[in-house]
């Protein structure tokens, strides 16, 4: 999957992705991330990307020309998003929907923005949409151009061996968070794992998952469990049936 990334700041998101899971799909040739230095299409002496706002007022906004130049020169994978507090919101559902990009043998594109933002004419004539990571400010777009791009390649076949459950991962098809994990030692300053774990049962180990997993987005996220159209009566007796594991 072909991902472009233009920025005055490419060597950050270079950098991030150059680590871990998304440096070794880059080195397979799962993804190929191609970060693009809007300061290498401008053309004045000062090399400089922004300029005041129209109509006066707070900051800098970033020009037009080096960034129609950048892409233009590019010709990135479409959709490009431009980074954005005003985007629409970054989930899972969109992350599935970037990575099937892959099978049609595509990619996506995306515009950091920083300063107080963008000129107003490369939303409007340059970028396919945006894309906001949460109700939040950044300085620039650089890291949530990281977060997307790590969500979506993880979700690529192939980048994480078998460890991509579509189903029971937290946001998957379960609508559910994922169940509590552990791990060795069994008991740890007299924290016991819980003895079903041990058990050697893998038809009673998958209910008591679910169940958790039940309890868990019971607790802290019953938005999801309500957006999934509530528990079936079998779910109910397996919330019965596996109290939940204790929590703070
Ligand atoms: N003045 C703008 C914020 C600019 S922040 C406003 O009030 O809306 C500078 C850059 O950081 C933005 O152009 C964008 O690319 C990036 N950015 C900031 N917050 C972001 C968010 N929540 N999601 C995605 N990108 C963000």
Excluded at 127 to 151: F, Q, R
Excluded at 195 to 210: T, V
Excluded at 223 to 229: C, N, Q, T, V
Aim: charged fraction near 25%; aromatic fraction near 6%; hydrophobic fraction near 40%.
């Amino acid at each position: 999957m072909r991902v472009d990334v233009f920025s005055i700041f490419p060597a950050l998101v270079d950098g991030f992705c150059s680590e871990s899971l998304l440096g070794k799909a880059r080195e397979n040739g799962l993804l190929d991330l191609r970060c693009h230095d809007l300061r290498e299409h401008t053309t004045d002496v000062h090399r400089s990307v922004d300029d005041a706002p129209f109509g006066g007022g707070a900051g800098m906004v970033m020009r037009a020309e080096p960034i129609f130049a950048s892409v233009e020169a590019a010709a990135p994978p479409r959709p490009l998003f431009l980074l954005s507090p005003g985007g629409r919101r970054f989930d899972q559902a969109m992350a599935r929907e970037l990575a099937a990009t892959h099978e049609t043998g595509g990619g996506f594109s995306l515009l950091c923005g920083r300063y107080e933002g963008v000129d107003h004419r490369v939303v409007e004539h340059l970028v396919d949409g945006e894309i906001s990571i949460g109700d939040v400010v950044l300085s620039g777009g650089e890291v949530a151009a990281c977060l997307v791009i790590e969500a979506v390649a993880r979700l690529i076949p192939g980048a994480m061996g078998n460890d991509v459950s579509p189903v029971t991962e937290s946001f998957g098809t379960s609508g559910l968070l994922e169940e509590p994990h552990y791990t060795r030692p069994a008991d740890f300053r007299g924290w016991a794992v819980p003895e079903i774990l041990r058990s050697g049962d893998h038809a009673r180990i998958e209910r008591w998952r679910l169940a958790q997993a039940l309890h868990r987005t019971l607790r802290v996220r019953p938005d999801l469990i309500d957006a999934r159209g509530g528990r079936s009566d079998q779910e109910e007796r397996l919330l019965e049936e596996f109290p939940a594991v204790p929590y703070p």
